[in-house]
């Protein structure tokens, strides 16, 4: 993706953010320059908090992409433990018919929340016994605390205000149903580098061409941007 696109891109999605009345967090408007210059954004970087932008490698974004801002995460570590901050919570932008392809993960378990705006549809699939994708297996999840059977291959749809909890070995895909839809998800701990497993070979994070300065840093940035020395 070029870097003015994904600029263009924060930009819409910060607006439609605060259209839903949600305003993020302070380190989300600091430029390179701001982000390289504060000595306390350590545990920011390390959590990998803030922009994330993704095509997954495959150049086409308005059909196979989505907009992400972590705003708080946790740490491995904790969650290994059994105690401490174990949790980490995003928004998601899925514009209309732009598809998240179909993954699920290992540790991650989600709640995947319509927050506002039209209508979030989640394809749904099984695992077989090694938790592989499974193609004729369906599962249970829970709708908003109700427990919920789904075939094999089902579309749920949620209106503002649903939600639904995937597990790890849940494979699901969402799109934007009649418009763009702006999602909560809070979950365990987030590791996006390792902890997505996808059906298909693709990546998680775009490859960037510098055809611009970026307005702000994404969370896949961070290692080459903020390296030191």
């Not at 993954?103 to 995947?112: A, C, F, R, Y």
Request: with cysteine; aromatic share 10%; glycine share 10%.
């Amino acid at each position: 993706m070029k870097r003015s696109r994904i600029n263009d891109i924060m930009a819409v999605a910060d607006e439609l953010i605060r259209s839903h009345g949600f305003t993020l967090p302070p380190f989300a408007y600091w430029t390179p320059d701001e982000f390289r210059a504060r000595t306390d954004a350590r545990r920011i970087v390390e959590a990998r908090m803030g922009w994330d932008i993704t095509d997954y490698g495959q150049g086409r974004f308005d059909e196979l992409g989505l907009f992400l801002f972590t705003l708080r995460n946790g740490s491995l570590a904790d969650l290994e433990r059994g105690r401490g901050m174990v949790y980490a919570e995003k928004l998601l932008i899925s514009r209309q018919d732009q598809l998240s392809p179909m993954h699920t993960h290992v540790i991650k378990s989600e709640d995947i929340i319509n927050r506002g705006g039209a209508t979030l549809a989640v394809e749904l699939f099984g695992s077989d016994d090694a938790g592989n994708f499974a193609e004729d297996r369906g599962g249970r999840v829970l709708c908003d605390g109700i427990e919920r059977t789904f075939a094999a291959g089902e579309v749920l749809k949620f209106a503002p205000g649903e939600s639904v909890t995937l597990m790890p070995g849940d494979w699901h895909a969402f799109w934007g149903e009649g418009g763009d839809v702006l999602i909560g998800e809070v979950s365990t701990v987030n590791d996006d580098v390792t902890d997505n497993i996808f059906r298909e070979p693709i990546g998680r994070f775009s490859e960037i061409e510098e055809d611009t300065a970026p307005a702000h840093l994404l969370v896949s940035d961070y290692d080459t941007w903020l390296r030191a020395g």
